[in-house]
């Protein structure tokens, strides 16, 4: 079973679309993260939430809403999308409480946005 | 702003060479850092990762140091491998141990190694 899975892996859609990213994680998790990587590699965070609780909002246009129905899920939602929104998204979870060796984070495969 | 980064953006091995990969940070508040490799086409996977209160800890065919004094982060690969190939990212935590949710990973830029058979 794929611990962190996210739907669609490719999306292809035209500016001013809305569109939506679905992340789920079978780890019994806390906190669930999106993360973006742009066209260089770099990983910057966008959000993260810990038991359905937005804890991290980065400056990420508001046009960007994630959602999180229970702490299994963290879904993003991105209205009127534009040309720089192509990129790679990740979605990531952690158990965070200082428990188990493993502090660091469970990333699913990935979301290749591109807005044409 | 306080990041991590890394010194070499590609790296290119011979197979069967020892790889090494380097990465300087400068937030002296952090106290955890993990190592990552990044596939094509796949998420980040954590390989190792070490805690401030260590300089040194060591995996199957890896290897990561840490000098705190210079803020300086590397990981060893051993025997490279084609199957090494791949962008790999150091990061850096702070705050482990502790009770608290929200923790930040934040990401160097990576290192793209390319094993030559």
């Known amino acids: 079973d794929t611990a962190v899975s996210q739907t669609p892996k490719y999306l292809v859609t035209q500016m001013g679309n809305d569109k939506s990213i679905k992340c789920e994680q079978n780890l019994g998790h806390d906190t669930m993260y999106w993360y973006k990587q742009d066209s260089k590699k770099f990983l910057k965070i966008m959000f993260s939430?810990?038991?359905?609780?937005?804890?991290i909002n980065e400056t990420v246009p508001n046009r960007f809403s994630p959602k999180s129905p229970d702490k299994a899920h963290l879904n993003l939602h991105i209205n009127s999308l534009e040309l720089g929104d192509s990129a790679v998204y990740f979605c990531a979870s952690s158990q965070d409480l200082g428990q188990g060796s493993n502090y660091g984070y469970t990333f699913g495969s990935g979301t290749r946005l591109t807005v044409v | 702003g306080e990041s991590v980064g890394l010194h070499l953006p590609t790296l290119s091995v011979q197979e069967g060479d020892n790889s090494i990969i380097n990465c300087a940070y400068s937030?002296?508040?952090?106290?955890?850092f993990i190592w990552y490799k990044q596939e094509s086409g796949k998420g980040p996977q954590f390989i190792i990762d070490?805690?401030?209160?260590?300089d040194k800890r060591q995996g199957q065919r890896v290897t990561v140091l840490l000098n705190k004094t210079v803020k300086h982060l590397s990981l060893q690969i051993a025997a490279t491998q084609p199957g090494d190939s791949a962008v790999y990212f150091c990061?850096?935590?702070?705050?482990?141990?502790?009770?608290?949710?929200?923790?930040?990973?934040?990401f160097g830029e990576g290192t793209q190694l390319t094993v030559n058979p």
């Open positions: 990061a850096e935590n702070k705050g482990f141990g502790e009770e608290t949710s929200g923790s930040r990973l934040t």
């Open positions: 070490i805690r401030s209160n260590m």
């Open positions: 939430y810990n038991n359905k609780e937005l804890i």
């Open positions: 937030n002296s508040a952090s106290d955890y």
